[in-house]
């Protein structure tokens, strides 16, 4: 599914122009953006919960051991 995210402050000049526009296409789905803010509160973070996360390493561990030689081509 692809959406066609149009901004609130357009909506009324592009949506109904937008949605005759890919009308035919199932795949596409033209919305409204209506947020007001932002969901994410950036350098909200308590100390108490940076104590709390884990920063893991998530790439695979290597195999112990060397590989064997092979012959140059």
């Known amino acids: ?14 949506f109904e122009k937008m949605s005759a526009y890919y009308a035919d296409d199932p ?8 947020r007001k803010a932002e969901r994410r509160r950036a350098g909200t973070v308590t100390e108490e ?6 920063v893991r390493d998530r790439r695979r561990a290597r195999v112990p051991g060397d590989l064997p030689e092979t012959p140059a081509a």
Request: glycine share 0%.
């Open 1 to 14: 599914m692809i959406y066609c995210v149009i901004p609130e402050a357009l909506a009324d000049e592009l």
């Open 27 to 34: 795949n596409v789905e033209v919305i409204i953006d209506r």
């Open 49 to 54: 919960r940076a104590h709390q996360r884990v």
